[in-house]
């Protein structure tokens, strides 16, 4: 082997090695990101139940949807390879990867729940947003199963 072989490998590897923690880093603030993005659906929808449940909804809810709904979208473009529980500390299941296409269908009838609750709280129409938060909420239920794990330690 000769001395430019043995340099170029050191190079790489040298390279390799002061990528690799910064992509875990990296990866780390993504998955910080969306779960704080996730987080804040969770809670908005908490909130839209109780204000259809009270009777009394409005531009607020309205409001409250729309922000969770660009939350969701914004989600969705959070999970790119090298961000699951293989790389870092994680409830993502490999799931998510391995069969993305169903992954982002059940994040299609998050989009969906929450537009009709945006709409619905809109027309200031309590009914229809008690119905939208259930339907928001099963596809919650409909994702969480299938593609997020348990705490990790």
Excluded at 48 to 76: C, I, N, P, Y
Excluded at 116 to 126: F, Q, R, S
């Amino acid at each position: 082997m000769n001395f430019k072989s043995v340099f170029g490998a050191a190079v790489a590897a040298a390279v390799f090695s002061l990528a690799t923690p910064a992509f875990a880093q990296d990866a780390a603030a993504v998955v910080k990101e969306r779960l704080g993005i996730m987080k804040m659906i969770s809670d908005s929808v908490k909130a839209l139940k109780a204000s259809a449940d009270a009777g009394k909804v409005g531009a607020g809810d309205a409001a409250k949807a729309g922000a969770a709904l660009a939350g969701a979208k914004k989600a969705l473009t959070l999970f790119p390879a090298g961000t699951g529980a293989d790389k870092v500390k994680t409830r993502a299941k490999p799931e998510i990867w391995k069969d993305k296409a169903k992954f982002d269908a059940g994040m299609g009838k998050l989009f969906a729940g929450l537009t009709a609750v945006e709409k619905a709280a809109k027309a200031g129409d309590a009914s229809a947003m008690a119905s939208a938060v259930k339907a928001t909420q099963a596809s919650c239920g409909g994702c969480h199963k299938p593609f997020r794990g348990a705490k990790p330690e």
